[in-house]
């Protein structure tokens, strides 16, 4: 997939998070001016409007309840066959303008199953149906009959007002199925590093065996016919072969030591994030802010620190859709803080996966304390502190 695309695709990421930010406020302006559209135009018939009043604003209270203090296992099924079923009776009941029983739309659409999907479709199809038979046979008086020319128009309306939603809805899955797909390369980009060195390891412990334990049976075998020789001609020149292939062996030792060191060699933490950051700055994926004045010395704290913030980059794209992410390191007192925070979609309770809990882990290990904050629309946030005197170990 061409870079251009994945750019394009997260650029209206930035409309969808809009959307995201907005859509609780427009629903409830949605209901609050069902019931003013119903006190002020439908006061002719205290059915009209009492009734479909108390049951928009119970819609109001329901809604706001049941999104704000609903535990983390609710029933979006419950909530919709509710919610619909009640816009329904409010438009119905009403004879009035119901905007939210098309915004429930939204909702139904961001259903994952396909099939329970097609349901609430075809309830909320039905209902809309249901409507213009109640106002055709019962409401509707004789300047304002409903013919079939209006009932065809409002049926390709809602058709047109559908499909609207499902292309939406249909982009927002091929960027969860791209955002999936990215997050994976990502991660294999990531370890890429640790499976070469892994590959190198395998291939000198490999050299190591072969070489070394050649070298090591063939000197066996030379000193067992050594002792049986009592020639001494023969004695020095088996002497000078065994010399031969100590020097080789020691070589052989000698150049595999330099290798494991030249692989173990110290990376620069500041140069590695700088690489890792320019790579998605230059991508357009996301924008990475990386602020440190620290000169690492290496070791396990640097490891650490630098798996910490891959793992933080990852389970950032795959779960948030930021645009962009700020990582900071900096010494305070003699204690080393690094905050990592993006501006995603964030979430209300935060579940501890893999990825979180593989970071307290190495945190912990090099007595440090992590903690994860987070809330709707305003990103996740990682802060990691680790003491002085872990700096040094």
Request: with cysteine.
């Amino acid at each position: 997939m061409s870079y251009k695309l994945l750019r394009s695709c997260f650029r209206l990421n930035g409309l969808l998070k809009v959307w995201n930010i907005i859509k609780p406020t427009i629903r409830y302006l949605l209901l609050v001016y069902t019931a003013i559209h119903i006190l002020i135009y439908r006061q002719q018939c205290r059915i009209n409007y009492i009734f479909p009043f108390l049951l928009d604003i119970f819609l109001i209270i329901f809604t706001f309840i049941y999104l704000n203090y609903s535990s983390k296992k609710r029933n979006d099924s419950k909530f919709l066959i509710i919610s619909v079923s009640l816009a329904s009776f409010i438009w119905i009941i009403g004879n009035g303008d119901n905007l939210y029983f098309f915004f429930l739309m939204d909702d139904i659409f961001d259903i994952g199953e396909f099939k329970v999907r097609i349901k609430f479709i075809f309830l909320h199809f039905s209902a809309f149906m249901l409507y213009f038979m109640v106002y055709a046979f019962i409401f509707a008086n004789k300047r304002h009959n409903i013919n079939a020319y209006d009932l065809i128009f409002c049926i390709l309306i809602y058709m047109l007002t559908l499909s609207i939603f499902g292309v939406i809805h249909n982009f927002k899955h091929e960027r969860d199925k791209l955002k999936i797909l990215n997050s994976n390369l990502i991660q294999y980009s990531f370890k890429e590093r640790q499976y070469l060195i892994s590959e190198e390891r395998t291939r000198i412990s490999q050299e190591l065996h072969d070489s070394i334990g050649h070298s090591l049976m063939a000197l066996s075998m030379n000193i067992r016919y050594l002792k049986a020789l009592n020639d001494k001609e023969k004695i020095q020149s088996e002497i000078c072969e065994i010399d031969t292939l100590v020097k080789e062996s020691i070589n052989t030792l000698r150049s595999t030591v330099y290798n494991l060191k030249e692989l173990e060699e110290e990376h620069n933490l500041k140069e590695e994030i700088g690489k890792i950051a320019k790579k998605f700055n230059d991508f357009g994926i996301v924008r990475i802010n990386f602020d440190c004045d620290i000169d690492f010395t290496g070791g396990m704290v640097e490891d650490i620190l630098l798996t910490t913030i891959k793992e933080a980059i990852t389970n950032s794209l795959k779960h948030g859709n930021p645009t962009t992410i700020d990582i900071s390191l900096e010494i305070i007192n003699d204690d080393l803080h690094m905050i990592i925070k993006d501006n995603g979609e964030g979430c209300k309770a935060i579940n501890k996966s893999n990825g979180l809990n593989g970071i307290t882990a190495r945190i912990k290990r090099i007595n440090g304390n992590v903690s994860f904050t987070s809330s709707m629309n305003k990103g996740f946030t990682i802060k990691v502190l680790i003491p002085g005197g872990s700096l040094n170990d």
